[in-house]
């Protein structure tokens, strides 16, 4: 359905592209859904198709109604004792059991180790039905690698239509959006920010939210070209509201852009904005788990 | 006494199936039993029949004054070094240790690894004496199984009748949660939320709080076809007033539920709202233990 | 003093039996002690009667500047794995250090496992010298199942007049209070629960905080028949200002008590009110030692 | 300078001795050195004298200027397993290290267990160099019995003259700190408990701060005779605002002291009051040590 | 670009010297670079020059754009087991680590054992490019004493010109700035102390907040002679919108400046203001490593 409304061009650039600060307040990247009533029923994700080819990455980051599965690990101390023998084959275990999962889901990791007390490392698991990813990240944990690993955060949250800056609602701000696409080096960097807001904020008109989002998106148009990111809804789901993801190559600008989303009235509302806020490089699920399982020495 | 005032079929129909998110204010599945004032005295737990027969499942699933027993695991790390054998005998311990006590308590399990950071399952477990449910528990931690898994969250609850959607105080609404009951697929997720209210909340007279949660139940009667509910009272018990419990097969509907339930006035009242919110999977025991209990990765 | 001010059969329902709420406020079990003003001197605990014969348990449980000592435990995964032998000898070893301290201390044992995340057991400890309740803990702590325990709460209070519902201030609550005693089935269960209040609270005038128990009373007398209570003062001793202690063989009761006691005025007060609120069967230490110690699983 | 200002007989009281609440509010206990202004420059901690000879402890304790260092421990259950002959040595080994250190910190050791869930023994150590009671605290967790202690909690805070109850500011009051002194038996109990005021408070100005603390000390006088304390400052120097320490053989009037803290309306800008309260009997290192290094179990 | 607007004297003045509050506030320190807008793009992290020779510290120490990564750790107690001979070499080990990285970031260490319950120690990295430090600290981590390290806290900012206090908005204050330099002896201290400001804060218009800070900023001027400090900005990196980072050999007028800090009306804009506070001393790697590995007491 969204695929005959959009350009494929524009589906693209939604699914992953945008530097959107709009998400932060219940918004989503696909807005040109616009037909489909934001606050109306969703055909239940089960009934999503179930690919039995490997699944499109494209498509399930533009796709609307897919599950999105954060979740961060901290490796226990004890893996870098193992024999070296043990963690120079954990990558290759752990990509074999990407490899049997790749017709339900899509796996992203991000080293994290660095720049984060709480993990070393977080995966982003897409699946149309989420109990596809429950099972891959069970069987993930059932490799050396994963065994050695604690969870320390997992968040779900599922993708949705716009909620307010639409081309009905708000039309010029809705066309900013797409004025502009991300032009930066290819981003070497994902920060995973989770979202929560208070009853006050829930408990506006739909015409009060929508102007608090159009204060809100007004000042992050400027950064489309530098900041790609893409929204999560997550409420009973996850003890947040929203997982906001983004991808950047320029941490200057990206620290610009949540400085400006500070400055807006919405932020008022927020009781939760990070906690953890993870920040990590953007590598293959090899080179993490490479960097992480170190030099050999026990030999 | 409820037996002889409300058909069968809603009998059941309340103990298990209803999407009504009214329960998050203090309200209970039975509300049929309208001649038995809220406030009033219960029988003592402990003077409810003792059955020598296996429990009732359907029957006890509906009865008011039930305990219900919310134990939150996470198996450590440990667990997936010991000997397949160990582990695949795991199971049968776990099974035994149910039938030995299947005259006291039911037992229902719930695969969460992969949605939540601090648990891989959990037990929900119903009792006519509470301490029937501690037995079993302290047995179920002498297993193998049970001995290597930590306890992250445990609530206890009882069940109570309706507080405030009765025939006699708000008879329009408590029709409409009968005129729907759950159509959807069988559900295969499950969702335990803990919610505590603040001092204003209580300290509201009868009549504000009928009102806010007349309020609170109107939008959420759509869901009654593809969400099922069931509320238990902890005041006291544990440090949550309501465990509210969810079964659903389309996560997007349960998505949109709890939306509607943040976008009324009672949930400024809200000094608790999940923390944890606990998703999982529903499984038998049998495929819960298994599940976490891995390849054989020993030998 | 207070022997001769009391008949001999209102002491002892005081220092056990009444379920009253208002000890949540700050009153205390024993007010018949009336001439005695809350806010005075007290003489000094280590001036307290030294008795070198066995602690009088129904004395020392009515009696002011009193000691209560709360630690909850949680037992170390390793206990399970130690051989039978030891496990068996363990509720032995325990009692010996008990009898060993009986002329300084009274213990009292309840088994929490199955009903909070935090703990599997706590014991009370009464004695007149808080120092000897710290050689009895530190002696217990060094057998193989105290060594196995780790603390995961630890509360000290004292027990001292009433200072609000008394004779003086309040005639008719006071008569409430001693117009009906515990008659139902001896109690199964006990509840622990820390209170703390703001400053707004202790800033209020005597009369104030007067006005505010006697609201708080009223409604909880109707549960003197089937909750006993107890109260130690905290503040400055533990990070609480009062530790009560509950009794009942009904928990529906219970919950309508704490229920009531939320829905009073004086409940907006509260900074902590639980956290943890523990909840156990009552039990002989013998019997708690035993239930933890387990099937002879290594044998 | 101080020394020449006020009787040998006075100086010694206010080092160690008043049992004056108006240190919570930032005064401190010399407040003799009137003629040094509060908020004016100190001679740099590091220019205070260094002495070649064992440390006075009498002086330390009373000089300006000086550094409180307050570590607060949890014993690793492993210590308990180690062979009789390590524990029974641990104390000889503390105290030898104490040795090599007196002539630049003095070490006070206190009992915590029985007490407090998150410790069993805290040290309080004093230095005019605080470089030095960081060498001597490394030097302590090399010993056996330092190497199996977990630190649970480290406050540094830094000796001042008074800010408030000055004899020029409140002369009267300061009259009422000289005029009683410790009168009871020798403590048996210290108690720490860290004290944090928020931005309202330190907004105040200082006449109003002077006003708070007037209403504050006017009701501790009383418990001069039984209660000594000590204060420390140590905004930016650890997570709080002050250190305050009490030495008390009689509990009940400390507790009636900390209520008489809390009915007066400074209480109102407290954003931590304990957190933790720490509660402990006044051992020897010795006896610390020994008491926790429990009976021979091991041969 | 700054090297040409600003003589080389202020420029190191500025990278290290001033003891000024108002970096608390969003300011940093080399605000001689007016000319450059405070809130328009800034060169992205990528495009700084990348050397190839070892870092110049003095440069680095004041460039803009440059990331500071502040990691704290405690040491976990089996490191002190181990065999002397590693704890020995580790020293050694790690100043490789540090010199192999040393074209890429600069490396400060700092001992906390002592003063702070949940560190031992505190590296802070400089890069111009932010996944060169987290190279070095995966290094690092590979480690014996990396290995045996665990993380508490990792915050990553990055350095940016002053916000308020320019010479074209504040002129005077701008100048009283740079009227003062450090003159005491060498710094033997360093705190960090992360800040965050709420929603309030950054709704306030620029006018307003330079009014905060102008008033947050006289009061410090004082201290520049003693304290000196840098200022990292972290909103959207980590869980905190600024790192403060001081250095001073006296920590009574470090502690005088912080108390001055919160007596002004910017306090009240506070959510975080340390927890942690890190209070170490300034010391070598080399130094910091040995500190902590003891005497040599498994032989």
């Known amino acids: 359905?969204?695929?005959?409304?959009?350009?494929?061009?524009?589906?693209?650039?939604?699914?992953?592209?945008?530097?959107?600060?709009?998400?932060?307040?219940?918004?989503?990247?696909?807005?040109?859904?616009?037909?489909?009533?934001?606050?109306?029923?969703?055909?239940?994700?089960?009934?999503?198709?179930?690919?039995?080819?490997?699944?499109?990455?494209?498509?399930?980051?533009?796709?609307?109604?897919?599950?999105?599965?954060?979740?961060?690990?901290?490796?226990?101390?004890?893996?870098?004792?193992?024999?070296?023998?043990?963690?120079?084959?954990?990558?290759?275990?752990?990509?074999?059991?990407?490899?049997?999962?790749?017709?339900?889901?899509?796996?992203?990791?991000?080293?994290?180790?660095?720049?984060?007390?709480?993990?070393?490392?977080?995966?982003?698991?897409?699946?149309?039905?989420?109990?596809?990813?429950q099972t891959f990240l069970t069987d993930f944990r059932a490799t050396k690698f994963g065994s050695y690993s604690d969870v320390t955060e997992n968040l779900v949250g599922i993708t949705k239509a716009l909620n307010y800056i639409t081309k009905q609602k708000s039309e010029t701000l809705n066309a900013g959006l797409f004025a502009a696409s991300y032009s930066d080096p290819a981003p070497r960097y994902a920060i995973m920010i989770p979202v929560k807001k208070n009853a006050e904020w829930w408990n506006l008109t739909p015409e009060q939210r929508l102007k608090e989002i159009e204060v809100h998106t007004a000042p992050t148009l400027q950064y489309l070209v530098n900041v790609k990111r893409k929204l999560y809804h997550a409420t009973g789901l996850s003890d947040t509201d929203f997982i906001t993801y983004f991808e950047t190559n320029d941490l200057g600008a990206f620290n610009n852009l949540l400085i400006a989303l500070a400055q807006v009235p919405e932020n008022k509302y927020h009781v939760r904005w990070g906690n953890p806020t993870v920040l990590g490089t953007i590598q293959s699920v090899d080179s993490v788990v490479k960097a992480l399982s170190g030099a050999d020495r026990s030999m």
């Open 1 to 133: 359905m969204i695929s005959t409304l959009v350009p494929r061009r524009h589906r693209l650039q939604l699914g992953f592209v945008a530097a959107m600060s709009l998400a932060l307040a219940g918004t989503a990247l696909a807005q040109q859904g616009g037909g489909m009533p934001a606050s109306g029923p969703m055909p239940p994700a089960s009934m999503s198709a179930t690919p039995t080819a490997p699944i499109d990455r494209a498509k399930i980051l533009t796709d609307l109604g897919v599950f999105g599965d954060f979740s961060v690990y901290k490796l226990r101390p004890e893996y870098a004792m193992l024999p070296a023998a043990d963690r120079k084959a954990a990558a290759a275990e752990v990509l074999a059991v990407i490899e049997k999962h790749k017709d339900k889901v899509i796996v992203d990791a991000y080293l994290t180790r660095g720049f984060d007390a709480k993990s070393d490392y977080f995966l982003r698991v897409h699946a149309y039905d989420l109990a596809a990813a």
